[in-house]
Nanobody, 120 residues
Framework: QLQASGGGLVQAGGSLRLSCAAS????????MAWFRQAPGKEREFVVL????????VYADSVKGRFTISRDNAKNTGYLQMNSLQPEDTAVYYC???????????????WGQGTQVTVSS
């Protein structure tokens, strides 16, 4: 299971740190990604990190503002979000899978989502 947390309400320009805690599996065996879904829109790729953390891929919309990391010893992944903008408002989901891919259909395990709301 994956448990996402850390969402909330923040003003534009602010920061949030999301966490994704894994249980029941060996977290280090899986690549991890964050996706987001805004109301009325499709789920959107945000960022991914490989098992070891050696590979990261960011969506252009968040590059330079968001940073993904992971602590395999703690079975937890993180998403540091800085310079948040209203267009970042969405439900954020963490996912884990065996492929390094932007395609959400390739991920096997999903967290329940955490709401991020950025006010202008």
């Amino acid at each position: 299971q994956l448990q996402a947390s850390g969402g909330g309400l923040v003003q534009a320009g602010g920061s949030l740190r999301l966490s994704c805690a894994a249980s029941g599996r060996t977290f280090s065996e899986y690549h991890m990604a964050w996706f987001r879904q805004a109301p009325g829109k499709e789920r959107e790729f945000v960022v991914l990190i490989s098992r070891s953390g050696g590979i990261t891929v960011y969506a252009d919309s968040v590059k330079g503002r968001f940073t993904i990391s992971r602590d395999n010893a703690k079975n937890t992944g993180y998403l540091q979000m800085n310079s948040l903008q209203p267009e970042d408002t969405a439900v954020y989901y963490c996912a884990a899978g065996s492929r390094v891919t932007r395609d959400p259909d390739q991920y096997d395990y999903w967290g329940q989502g955490t709401q991020v709301t950025v006010s202008s």
